[in-house]
């Protein structure tokens, strides 16, 4: 026996989608200088002492011990890049005109192969652009690539999280509900 779907509980493939609204220049400033601020404060953080003679000593796989501002810079688009290789690594994606940590990812996979799907970010970075390019305001989005990462999944994960949260990049979700979403669809 089939179930008869009601009118009103019926899925429909199609979707219509609200028009987002753009940010004000001036909010885009202020949410820009907003992250800017605070990143700047925790680059100037000293990575916690060891207070007892049992901790574990500070691997260089310690989130402190990163700073992606400090790394080589590469294209955007860097997953169209050959240059790559197969190695895994925690990735940024930086806005170097202030700069800005927009994004930390982490992959198993090559950097190429990892974005080649449906990625947010990617459309972060786009809709991020065009508002810049909209009001005229300068903007150098680029990548960096930390390879020194563990090769085991779940210690990468907890560097990820811990590089997310210590930076507060606010293109990860992990930081949406300080940052917002302006970027991202509604």
């Known amino acids: 026996m089939t179930k008869q779907l009601k009118l009103f509980e019926a899925s429909t493939p199609y979707r219509v989608e609200q028009p987002q609204k753009l940010m004000p220049k001036e909010a885009l400033l202020k949410w820009k200088s907003r992250i800017f601020n605070y990143q700047q404060r925790i680059k100037q953080t000293e990575p916690p002492k060891q207070t007892n003679l049992f901790d574990a000593p500070k691997s260089h796989c310690d989130s402190y011990a990163i700073n992606p501002f400090e790394l080589k810079l590469h294209s955007s688009q860097f997953y169209r890049m050959q240059e790559h290789g197969d190695s895994i690594c925690i990735y940024f994606i930086i806005d170097n005109t202030l700069p800005l940590l927009l994004y930390v990812g982490e992959t198993m996979q090559t950097a190429k192969d990892r974005w080649t799907g449906v990625h947010d970010c990617r459309d972060y970075i786009s809709n991020y652009i065009e508002l810049h390019r909209k009001y005229d305001l300068d903007v150098k989005v ?10 085991n999944h779940n210690a990468r994960l907890k560097l990820e999280r811990e590089l997310i949260l210590r930076w507060q990049s606010p293109f990860n979700k992990e930081n949406w509900g300080k940052y917002g979403k302006p970027f991202g669809k509604i």
């Open 142 to 151: 680029c990548s960096a690539f930390w390879y020194d990462t563990p090769a």
